[in-house]
């Protein structure tokens, strides 16, 4: 199962979803851990150090900082985009799907946008 970590952008009603239904989710969102106004080299870093599977909306900075992490040779754990333009219910099923059968090592240095 995926460690999550939630950006501070992303959709607090998808994650009260992906929590009712997925049992015994590990997900920390930004916002706990201090880093509500981190920027995304930041964040990536904090998630790397912890081996967290960022989820988010930032379509724009994210991919392209997570990217030249990869390319710097720094780890990425991982970085799942999901697009504003999906229903809510469509992004709760494919983040539990995605989160009830990945494996941690599967998402290292992948960055995948939702819908997959």
Do not use: F
Not at 42 to 64: C, G, K, S
Not at 88 to 105: A, F, K, P
């Amino acid at each position: 199962m995926l460690r999550l970590l939630i950006d501070q952008d992303l959709d607090h009603v998808i994650l009260r979803g992906l929590l009712l239904r997925v049992a015994n989710l590990d997900v920390i969102t930004a916002h706990q851990v201090g880093l509500s106004n981190a920027s995304d080299p930041e964040l990536l870093a904090w998630a790397a150090e912890h081996e967290r599977v960022i989820v988010t909306h930032d379509r724009r900075t994210m991919p392209y900082h997570a990217t030249s992490r990869i390319a710097r040779s720094e780890k990425v754990p991982g970085v799942i985009v999901v697009s504003r333009q999906l229903p809510i219910s469509q992004v709760i099923n494919e983040l539990e799907i995605i989160v009830s059968c990945s494996d941690m090592s599967e998402w290292e240095n992948i960055v995948k946008h939702l819908p997959l």
